[in-house]
């Protein structure tokens, strides 16, 4: 089986920096794309950024400018470097992967168990 795990999740100030990493491990042939979502409170849970296997990049326009979405193939991970911190922002963030398992012809998707980021003074 696939697993993502996340970490960099934590509590900041307005206008401070996070960045969140998500690594996949197991049976992996290749990953298509890889994204983050993000679920605020009573809200539902949304694509805050997407990058695909050839590094093109989409971001949502509500943190267009002050997120970055990065991935490192040799090590199967996504980055998101998050600066100029909202509390708007404050939200669990999980990842998503698209990936080709070893031996499949499937592709399939896993999320990432969630990381939490609060943007408080």
């Known amino acids: 089986q696939v697993q993502l795990v996340e970490s960099g999740g934590g509590l900041v100030q307005p206008g401070e920096s996070l960045r969140l990493s998500c690594a996949a491990s197991?049976?992996?042939?290749?990953?298509?794309?890889m994204a983050w979502y993000r679920q605020a409170p009573g809200k539902e849970r949304v694509l805050v950024a997407l990058?695909?296997?050839?590094?093109?990049?989409k971001d949502a326009d509500s943190v267009k400018g002050r997120f970055t979405i990065s991935r490192d193939n040799v090590k199967n991970t996504v980055y998101l470097q998050m600066n100029s911190l909202k509390p708007e922002d404050t939200a669990v963030y999980y990842c998503?992967?698209?990936?080709?398992?070893?031996?499949?012809?499937?592709?399939?998707?896993?999320w990432g168990q969630g990381t939490q980021v609060t943007v408080s003074s």
């Open positions: 998503k992967a698209v990936v080709r398992l070893i031996g499949s012809s499937y592709d399939y998707i896993y």
């Open positions: 990058i695909t296997s050839g590094g093109g990049t």
């Open positions: 197991g049976s992996i042939a290749s990953i298509n794309h």
